[in-house]
């Protein structure tokens, strides 16, 4: 098994998911007591948001760019970012380690593109929807992104930061989200991409007649068949 290497932290409510997801994926594959070899770094979200906040993303690529080379110097074989947002620095980190980043749009991508879907909805911060680093890099796969027009836009990040985050699940802002999804499957969207990972707390596959891609899960499960090949 191959030791896998986690930047998370950010925000705990999903990193917490993301080792439950590893460790089931690997118990599956394996049987009996058998769980993930991991070695994690979690943050002080409170700093990385700041950073955000700042437009800072220079240093906050350089920060974990050196957690990341303390990953594989204490033992990692392949590194996952635990968090959509924070992509927007993956090249920091990829420029810094030598083993495997596995990124998460990328394996987001493939499992869209393998549905046979042409054109998805992305849900996320501001800046995974605004910016290139994520929807760029899904277009690049092919695919038409559609991401939400105002006020939608400002709400959905707005209960990411405000509630998600923080452990909050209301179910006026399932409604909300909901009400966003419609919007953009009426754009012509055909799937929903949750590209950010504390979405998955408060709307999920039951919920929509789509197909919805739950990334951290789609992440998680790429990182577990890298690891045990």
Request: aromatic share 6%.
């Amino acid at each position: 098994m191959r030791t896998i290497g986690l930047l998370g932290g950010m925000s705990w409510e999903s990193s917490i998911e993301y080792e439950r997801m590893i460790n089931q994926g690997v118990r599956d594959r394996l049987g009996g007591v058998a769980s993930a070899d991991l070695i994690i770094r979690s943050y002080n979200f409170a700093d990385i948001e700041a950073l955000q906040a700042q437009g800072r993303w220079d240093r906050a690529g350089s920060l974990l760019a050196a957690d990341a080379r303390r990953l594989e110097a204490a033992g990692a074989d392949l590194i996952l970012l635990c968090t959509n947002t924070m992509h927007a620095v993956a090249s920091h980190i990829e420029a810094a380690i030598t083993v495997p980043f596995v990124h998460l749009a990328d394996t987001t991508a493939d499992a869209v593109v393998g549905s046979g879907l042409g054109a998805v909805a992305l849900l996320g911060t501001r800046y995974t929807m605004e910016q290139d680093f994520y929807r760029g890099r899904l277009e690049r796969h092919g695919l038409t992104v559609f991401v939400p027009e105002e006020p939608d836009l400002t709400m959905v990040h707005r209960v990411i930061y405000d509630e998600l985050v923080r452990g909050v699940v209301r179910p006026e802002s399932k409604a909300g989200y909901l009400d966003a999804i419609s919007r953009l499957l009426h754009r012509g969207a055909e799937g929903v991409i949750a590209g950010c990972t504390e979405i998955e707390l408060l709307v999920g596959p039951d919920d929509l007649t789509v197909p919805y891609f739950a990334t951290a899960r789609l992440h998680a499960e790429a990182a577990v068949a890298l690891a045990l090949g």
